[in-house]
């Protein structure tokens, strides 16, 4: 069993900056690839950005590349978003994965955080 605690979501202008932190626990949590998702009130849950197991080969949606960058620090076994440049169209709950990537894209999710609200008024 692997256990996700998000944290570091608020409320922000537009412009501005925030960084999501994920804590991964649990035996086998440093196996897995990891990968951060956003849901926005009425629409389904989307891929925003991934790295694997070994903090390598990070892969970005393209709303969001350029302006977030993905990382994790192996001894923590935490990863981390940092959101640049944020919009209002960031605005949604943010959710932390641990699940498996093929061909550097994500196929299966096997764990999910509770999520983490980020609020960017225009």
């Known amino acids: 069993q692997v256990q996700l605690v998000e944290s570091g979501g608020g409320l922000v202008q537009a412009g501005a900056s925030l960084r999501l932190s994920c804590a991964a626990s649990?035996?086998?949590?440093?196996?897995?690839?990891m990968g951060w998702f956003s849901q926005a009130p009425g629409k389904e849950r989307e891929f925003v950005a991934a790295?694997?197991?070994?903090?390598?080969?990070?892969r970005y949606a393209d709303s969001v590349r350029g302006r977030f960058t993905i990382a994790k620090d192996n001894a923590k076994n935490t990863v981390y978003l940092q959101m640049n440049n944020l919009k209002p169209e960031d605005t949604a709950v943010y959710y932390c994965?641990?699940?498996?990537?093929?061909?550097?894209?994500?196929?299966?999710?096997?764990?999910w955080g509770q999520g983490t609200q980020v609020t960017v008024s225009s």
């Open positions: 994965a641990a699940g498996r990537r093929r061909d550097y894209r994500w196929r299966e999710t096997h764990y």
């Open positions: 649990g035996r086998t949590a440093s196996t897995y690839d």
């Open positions: 790295i694997g197991s070994g903090g390598i080969s990070p």
